[in-house]
């Protein structure tokens, strides 16, 4: 976490409004870009309005709104800039991406990803985005990964049947013919809810939870 | 009069159907539920759930996603209610004597007369609905593209004015929207725009992804860095159904609370988010005695409660019958649609009847659904409360991320949730709503068609907007509206609305 920029907003130089000028500047930085961006499209007229008309206009009305912003910033007292979260940003971002990148073979240039499937990039996702927060348990969010993941596979792979694939690669060909999909899909579901229920049983046994209200959300 | 009968008749047959039935009853138990449910709102739901309804009829997911829209408002009462969290936005009001009654021992009689009030106002506003849907649609149908084309710039500044924080920041957001809607092939000339010649760009910006990651993502990045203590209330809940005295007290705040929430609810901006506000304001005014007001007064409850939940429903009018999303969740409403092949609209009536009055038929349904299921399953929303945000946000993390999956089956659909998500975080850091963001995004393609046809029409002469009479009037009113917004003296009683108590 970061210390807010600019105090508590009193005389800190010619920026009075931290937030306003930052979100300003951010506007106007995308209008130039928009501006840029479509700058080889065609203007047309307005009786016959160019692929490149409405981007144009409106790119140069966020970056008018931008200008608008900062100005504010550096005559009216305003917000200074709250402070960021970093870790539970970069946590969440890896948790995606792990997701992203293992769900199916991926090409990142010269690199292909293994798809792995939803059982490998489910619990994953889980795991790491678990640690967005400092208050992560790794035992309870091995429990909450295997019953959400045999729950997903269910509701997805098998009632739903939308098409994601649920096992990796290689399973898939080193089974195939052998066993059909959607029975090994519900052998795996089953499995995963029996770890899961064996995870609670043992935590019941082994240490108490503490899990009394009142639950700090988070951080 | 027999015709609306005969219309609502032509709803109930199709809202009964036992696929709709079970879709509604579904809808309304996962809102209530992600009402409940800490850190989750009905828009980062709509947003989750979108990929699932794609399989099913656009009656039935529609039937779904409004389910959950009302069943989220009611849920946010609960929690607001029990914990002194609002669920939602609409439900900020609630906190002040709903918590206060649940702490003097009342809370099944504050529930109880949450549930009642939002009971009675969602079959007015089902009611107003019907009665007014088929006029304002014949209206919209004498419409040309000039006059779509003001009516969406006033649907726009519409809901910059009834929205709360910056004006400026919020025109600046939904320019941002429609420039990010502009991005893709362009209908009229197949010229790709903004693409940087990547595939995925192609078809635009995917609207499932763009909300998911603002909203869903976002409000992850967001509960995650700010401590709340959740301080459940332990007293007993007590009994549910308001006695004698209660509801003597109550029933007029209820009455004008409907009335000023339906009314609220019709205008193209987001007047529902206004109504509880305005009816709490109203309510304290008008009290023999204003100091109750914060310590428990049960018509703090009932009058907000019915405002909320009527402007809830009737924001459906300006979606079903022009077309115009008044809010963020109407304009997931209009992605859904589209998905599905529906383009939203007056159109919609006339050419999807079933759709039209399923719906509303289907809204009462729901309400009626909703009193059944939240009184006597409180224990069990009071249980779900108590799950910790921890485990929370992993499990929706790993729900967009399917869900985002299996709508195209690609990879960089899931990462784009990611950097919407930091972009929404951003946006949530510089005090921007993404809100109009949304709105933008998801009418300035139909914008820009309207305006391109109108000025083609016109050669080229954009006077057309002021010489038809009807788009004239609205410009002309938008323009007064943003005006009067920008005033000193009406902006501060604006900002004083959203502040009151």
Known sequence: ?219 | MTDLLANLGLGFSIALSLQNLALCFLGCLVGTLIGVLPGVGPIATIAMLLPITFGLDPVGALIMLAGIYYGAQYGGSTTAILVNIPGEATSVITTLDGHQMARQGRAGIALGTAAIASFFAGTVATLLIAALGAPLTKLALVFGPAEYFALMVMGLVFAVVLARGSILKAVAMILVGILFASVGTDLETGQERMTFGLAFLADGVDFSVLAMGLFGIAEILRNLDHTETRDVVRQQIGRLLPGRADIKQATPSVLRGTVIGSTLGILPGNGAVLGPFASYAIEKRIAKDPSRFGNGAIEGVAGPESANNAGAQTSFIPLLTLGIPPNAVMALMVGAMTIHGIVPGPGVMTKNPNLFWGMIASMWLGNLMLLIINLPLVGLWVRLLKVPYRLMFPAILMFCSIGIYSINSVPTDVMFIAFFGIVGYALIKLGFEPAPLLLGFVLGRLMEEYLRRALTLSRGDPIVFLERPVAAGLLLLTAVVLAAALLPSLRKSRDEVFTEA
């Open chain 1, 1 to 219: 976490m970061s210390e807010p920029i600019g105090g508590s907003g009193r005389s800190n130089g010619p920026i009075r409004g931290p937030q306003s000028v930052v979100g300003g500047l951010g506007l106007v930085a995308l209008g130039v870009f928009a501006i840029w961006a479509g700058g080889d499209l065609p203007q047309g007229t307005l009786g016959a309005m160019g692929p490149g008309l409405m981007p144009r206009w409106l790119a140069i009305g966020v970056a008018a709104c931008g200008v608008a912003l900062v100005v504010a910033g550096l005559v009216k007292r305003g917000d200074p800039l709250p402070p960021v979260a970093w870790r539970g940003m970069l946590v969440v971002v890896t948790a995606i991406l792990a997701f992203a990148l293992t769900i199916r073979p991926f090409a990142l240039g010269p690199v292909t990803t293994p798809g792995l499937g939803l059982i490998v990039a489910g619990p994953l996702a889980i795991l790491i985005g678990g640690y967005a927060t400092p208050e992560a348990r790794l035992r309870e969010l091995v429990i909450l990964a295997l019953f959400l993941t045999a729950g997903c596979m269910l509701l997805f792979g098998d009632l739903l049947n939308l098409p994601i694939p649920i096992f990796p690669t290689f399973v898939i060909e080193a089974i195939s013919g052998s066993i059909s999909t959607r029975v090994l899909l519900r052998i795996a579901a089953g499995l995963l809810t029996l770890g899961g229920l064996l995870g609670l049983a043992l935590g019941r046994g082994s240490g108490r939870r503490v899990d009394v209200a009142p639950h700090s959300m988070t951080t």
